[in-house]
């Protein structure tokens, strides 16, 4: 990976850049060394899903903070909760 860090480090949830395919997600690590490889999801729809070997990918990592991580701080009772509305047990 060039750029700003090893490729092993990639995990689920990691934001990367690509040269050619910008932003994307990695929604999947396999494989071990030289035959490691990731699924990512970029952002360009027309990109969509692509499973890469990290070997000959150049891509460089974005946030050293998994996006999914962030998420799973918030408390579960109050998430998705709008402020304000009543709550209705059916």
Known sequence: MSGSGKTEELEVGQIVRHPMWGLGTVLHCS??????????LFQDVAVGQRTLS?????????ESRPIFE??????P??????????EWDV
């Open 70 to 75: 962030a998420q799973a701080d918030e408390d």
């Open 31 to 40: 494989g071990k060394r030289d035959k490691k490889k990731v699924i990512v």
């Open 54 to 62: 990290i070997k000959y990918a150049k891509l460089e990592r974005v």
């Open 77 to 86: 009772e109050k998430a998705g909760k709008n402020k304000g509305e009543p």
